[in-house]
């Protein structure tokens, strides 16, 4: 039984959603952060990433930019620049995306689902990165970065948001990159009623993008229970922002590979050994992308190979089966040396949001191999977190991104 609930937002006051909405913070490095801010004093990435506010001696991690963080929300909440719902409502919000549209629901998500699993997990957290977002929480008393959620497509929900999407929307604007983003509020007692109780009969959700961002709210949740130790459950830090999403509106993108040598293998060695494991069903100088599972397409010497895996290396195993666990086991790791993915530095990955271009580039500039995959479809990211498996490393890539911004959720 899943627990999904109302909140009373902070969002941006009505003409200034387009200034302020951002990308996520970790979609940046910090140089590109600091250049992504200037001029844009309202940009919520000078809140996500509040070194941009800083010359490069002060460290990414330092206490100063925290406190910076904190300052620069709670100011913008005081100047009027962010309004505060006065009951505690659902939100829609829709992206569009090369005239493809997806909807979902903005809501709180329980910490206790996370932890007793009914909120299901497909990807393993890196302590390091859940610190910065738990210091970031703890410091801003908010969270500030949408959680993104699937869960198996109910008509219920489907209809209270077509009818509400029928209306006027609250925001309406296309961002720098070409995404389109809406939103409306449901603050109906009757479809909030509905929504809740709806979402208890589904029961399983699931984390799509946002791992990191999600441990790092439980945990910052978990230490607020500590500093009050008469919690009821009902407090707002037992809660977390998320927005979540019907599995048939989602679009999974591939995530690639690229491999800066051989391994002390000639080229010749090297396809030998894939050979083994792919048949070769097409070579050329242009990239011939995969169209099914089971493909993928190999830049290697200046040609592209478009191959196959061989029957005897699939597996029904929900994790051993996926394309990029074949890869991993039967390539990168016995002919490349690449036995930790996370932490090799000769492997590199790259959404498929950047193109075969990219892969091409990297290939003539700075890597041996590339892999262009086929994407891992959102069943089977439900059969890994059913079976409470782990996906590989980078196994999927989700566009269009949420903005961070539009919806915070404070824990005071």
């Not at 800066?260 to 396809?271: C, H, R, T, V, W």
């Amino acid at each position: 039984m899943a627990v999904i609930k109302p909140f009373k937002a902070y969002r941006p006051r009505k003409g200034l959603e387009a200034q302020i909405a951002a990308l996520p913070y970790d979609v940046y490095s910090r140089e590109e952060a600091c250049e992504a801010v200037k001029g844009r004093p309202l940009s919520f990435l000078n809140i996500d990433r509040a070194e941009t506010q800083f010359d490069a001696s002060v460290d990414t991690y330092d206490d100063r930019v925290y406190k910076k963080a904190h300052d620069l929300l709670w100011g913008m909440i005081e100047k009027g620049e962010f309004v505060q719902e006065e009951k505690a409502v659902y939100y829609i919000y829709e992206l569009t995306m090369d005239g493809r549209v997806q909807t979902g629901i903005t809501a709180c998500a329980s910490v206790d689902d996370y932890l007793n699993n009914i909120i299901k997990k497909h990807e393993n957290t890196r302590a390091d990165k859940e610190l910065d977002r738990i210091r970031h929480v703890e410091a801003c008393e908010a969270q500030t970065g949408p959680i993104f959620l699937a869960y198996r497509s109910n008509e219920v929900i489907r209809k209270i948001i077509d009818r509400i999407k029928a209306k006027d929307a609250l925001y309406d604007f296309t961002a720098d990159d070409g995404i389109r983003h809406r939103v409306w509020i449901i603050d109906d007692d009757d479809d909030i009623d509905t929504i809740g109780r709806t979402f208890e009969g589904i029961g399983q959700i699931y984390i799509a993008d946002g791992h990191h961002r999600c441990a790092s709210a439980v945990k910052a949740g978990l230490k607020k229970r500590e500093q009050f130790p008469d919690f009821t459950g009902d407090e707002e830090f037992n809660y977390f922002l998320s927005v979540l999403f019907a599995d048939d509106e989602l679009m999974i993108m591939d995530y690639n590979r690229v491999v800066k040598d051989l391994n002390g293998l000639s080229e010749a060695e090297f396809l030998k050994g894939v050979e083994k494991v792919f048949d070769v069903l097409q070579k050329g100088g242009v990239c011939q992308r995969p169209s099914k599972k089971g493909e993928v397409a190999m830049l290697l010497g200046g040609e592209w190979y478009l191959l196959a895996v061989k029957d005897e290396y699939k597996s029904g195993n929900p994790v051993d089966g996926l394309d990029v666990a074949i890869l991993q086991n039967n390539i990168l790791s016995p002919l490349l040396g690449i036995t930790d993915s996370k932490t090799d530095k000769r492997i590199d990955f790259v959404g498929g949001i950047r193109g075969i271009e990219e892969l091409e580039r990297r290939v003539n500039t700075d890597s041996k191999v590339a892999f262009a995959m086929y994407p891992t479809s959102i069943s089977e990211l439900f059969a890994v977190a059913d079976a409470g498996m782990l996906m590989p490393p980078k196994s999927t890539w989700f566009e269009p991104k949420l903005r961070s911004g539009l919806f915070i959720h404070s824990i005071k």
